[in-house]
């Protein structure tokens, strides 16, 4: 099965370091949380779970970054995560970052990458 693409939103929505989309993905038959941030330029996105305990990160629709903007954190525990990999980088988390989920930027939007295993 070829992967598909979905369109999560216009490009210019997810701002460097700014307000995150959120949006929802089937995976492994069921519907999650999922969210869309801008770092380095580049749309990166995850699974809205925070790696302690599943629990969404942001305290507000589309907040996900931390006061200095760096960092993406969990609104509950204050875990805090690399927005380029997700990968824990202090609180809470235990050393479990956030499941990356694929997407691409063309053509002025960001797409979701559809693969028969998500």
């Known amino acids: 099965m070829a992967e598909r693409k979905r369109l999560i939103c216009a490009a210019s929505e997810v701002a460097e370091q700014g307000k995150g989309v959120r949006f929802e993905l089937e995976r492994f038959g069921k519907q999650q949380p999922a969210f869309v941030v801008r770092f380095d330029g580049q749309p990166r996105a995850f699974l809205n779970q925070c790696g302690h305990v599943p629990v969404e990160l942001d305290w507000q629709a589309g907040e996900f970054f931390d006061d200095s903007r760096h960092y993406l954190i969990c609104a509950t525990h ?41």
Not at 93 to 98: E, I, Q, S, T, Y
Request: charged fraction near 15%; hydrophobic fraction near 35%; include cysteine.
């Open 78 to 118: 204050g875990a805090l995560y690399h927005p380029a990999t997700g990968a824990c980088v202090g609180g809470r988390c235990a050393g479990r970052g956030l499941i990356r989920v694929p997407v691409v930027e063309r053509d002025g939007h960001v797409y979701l990458i559809e693969t028969p295993s998500n």
